[in-house]
């Protein structure tokens, strides 16, 4: 947002501004995770590397950030989650998609589609 416009703004513009933000940054956490976990269970680094992996590299995805957001997935139905052995043997908890975490992945990967389109073509503008 240009400088000048951010003064002209009030506080209370400038919280749900912020709020909207961080809700379009929460929503594409969420999606990623989702997207990771369509391709088989995995527990909390696993999903870090997936994504990682899945962005070539481009995405890093820290533990600080995720685990609110898998918490908070787990208790919108999204994922079921269970603890068991990891390849190392140690004790992890391993996150499944559910068949609501399916239909949301789908709704979240068409509105990313849409709203992509949208800023290609206004960036393409003359």
Do not use: C
């Amino acid at each position: 947002m240009p400088k000048m416009l951010r003064h002209d703004l009030s506080s209370k513009d400038r919280n749900q501004m912020t709020r909207a933000r961080a809700e379009l940054l929460q929503g594409t956490l969420d999606m990623l995770i989702l997207k990771a976990l369509s391709l088989g269970p995995l527990h909390g680094y696993g999903i870090i590397q997936r994504i990682r992996q899945l962005s070539d590299e481009l995405l890093l995805v820290e533990q600080g950030a995720l685990y609110p957001a898998l918490y908070r997935i787990e208790q919108r139905g999204w994922v079921s989650a269970r603890w068991k052995a990891s390849e190392t043997g140690r004790r992890a908890k391993f996150y499944t998609l559910t068949r609501e975490g399916r239909s949301q992945l789908a709704a979240e990967e068409k509105s990313w589609d849409l709203l992509s389109l949208a800023v290609a073509k206004i960036r393409q503008a003359t």
